[in-house]
Nanobody, 112 residues
Framework: QVHLVESGGGSVQAGGSLRLSCEAS????????MGWYRQAPGKEREFLAR????????EYAASVKGRFTISRDNAKRTLYLQLNNLNPQDTAVYYC?????WGQGTQVTVSS
């Protein structure tokens, strides 16, 4: 059982930035593609970004490309998501994912 713990969420004004972190309970760097998703109230969970290990493959959803940056530090077993130029539509619970494992989520609230 892999445990993922997100942190770094909070409340910011439009145009602000946050850095989310997701720490894994064990070394999963060579086994899993890791990614970030979010879910806003009344909406389905939405893919944001994913990153591989072997070739550092990175993919972004069109809605966040150019504003969000995914990265990972395998030595620290930690996945990151840098959120820049936030707007109220980015308000959601943000989740970390690795294969079938999910974190508990961290709330991001953006006010206008």
């Amino acid at each position: 059982q892999v445990h993922l713990v997100e942190s770094g969420g909070g409340s910011v004004q439009a145009g602000g930035s946050l850095r989310l972190s997701c720490e894994a309970s064990e070394d999963i760097s060579r086994n899993y593609i890791m990614g970030w998703y979010r879910q806003a109230p009344g909406k389905e969970r939405e893919f944001l970004a994913r990153i591989g290990w072997i070739d550092q493959m990175i993919e972004y959803a069109a809605s966040v490309k150019g504003r969000f940056t995914i990265s990972r530090d395998n030595a620290k077993r930690t996945l990151y998501l840098q959120l820049n130029n936030l707007n109220p539509q980015d308000t959601a619970v943000y989740y970390c994912n690795a294969d079938t494992y999910w974190g508990q989520g961290t709330q991001v609230t953006v006010s206008s």
